[in-house]
């Protein structure tokens, strides 16, 4: 038992170095980081920079417009998934080619994606020319408050694939003959989702909403494709700010702000998980 648990350790030593080296470490520096005034002298300054960065209105607007994007984002996301995931699984073993192409987003270069994503949105672009053969007044969607759409839109195509994935992959472990019955009893489609479905897959439900909230975290990348690192203020995000200042070498502003998000983050993961075992409980 000894020996093989020596040889176990020769293998995990290598990755806990490495989780060592460039996580734990620079975890506890960015602290360090935080609690000084950023001068020569890098003097302690304690809870200083986390009382200005609270007042700091762009990181105030940045963290609000964040937590918008995620609880938009991350539902959405989930709910369209849970839906297309229940009619592919009605539609084997017509939906083939459906289930083959869901996960194409994730094939395609980002370039090519937000030239896509531009064109469509421009103010001469497609989604336009619709309005206007509808016969309504275009839309400016890549500046003002409109360009919250085009973000939100580009998140959910990117990572809606991976979402019905995971649901597909669920689905079908609920036994048919349970349907059978519910449909005998002249159960409706919607009370089979709820009374059948969603407590037979509860496990894989929360696992899809965790991961969609994590990816909704980092909508970074949607706004910066469409808005750059300036973008308008409806959808300048916590992150934007924090690479700002990355840029600008205010690596305290920019530990603060990262520490400040992750005790927000640590307490509604916290919260979340209250919330769905209560669900999971209910369900069962």
């Known amino acids: 038992m000894f020996k093989r648990n020596r040889a176990l350790w020769l293998f995990l030593l290598p990755p806990l170095a490495g989780l060592l080296i460039f996580y734990v470490a620079p975890f506890f520096g960015g602290i360090y980081y935080s609690l000084t005034d950023g001068s020569y002298k890098n003097a302690f300054v304690g809870l200083q920079n986390y009382i200005d960065i609270w007042h700091n209105e762009m990181f105030l607007l940045g963290l609000r417009n964040t937590m918008e994007l995620t609880l938009l984002c991350a539902p959405l996301v989930w709910v369209l998934a849970f839906a297309i995931a229940m009619l592919l699984n009605r ?55 409109a360009l919250r759409l085009p973000v939100v839109l580009l998140f959910v195509w990117k990572n809606l694939g991976f979402a019905v994935v995971l649901f597909l992959s669920a689905l079908q472990t609920v036994p048919e003959p349970l349907y059978e019955y519910a449909r005998l009893e002249g159960a409706s489609p919607f009370r089979q989702a709820v009374s059948i479905t969603l407590p037979l897959i509860s496990p894989t439900a929360m696992l899809v909403i965790i991961v969609e909230w994590i990816s909704a975290f980092k909508i970074f990348r949607e706004v910066y494709f469409i808005g750059g690192a300036y973008p308008d203020e409806a959808v300048y995000t916590l992150q934007n700010y924090m690479n700002n200042m990355y840029n600008k070498l205010n690596y305290q502003n920019v530990t603060t702000a990262a520490y400040s998000f992750a005790l927000i983050v640590f307490a509604l993961f916290g919260l979340l998980f209250l919330l769905l075992n209560r669900a999971q409980r209910r369900l069962n």
């Open 91 to 145: 539609l084997r073993p017509k939906g083939t080619l459906l289930r083959n192409s869901i996960l194409l987003p994730y094939l395609m270069p980002a370039s090519a994606m937000l030239l896509v994503w531009l064109l469509f949105f421009d103010y001469g672009g497609t989604l336009n020319r619709i309005l206007y053969l509808l016969g309504v007044e275009r839309v400016a969607w890549l500046s003002g408050p």
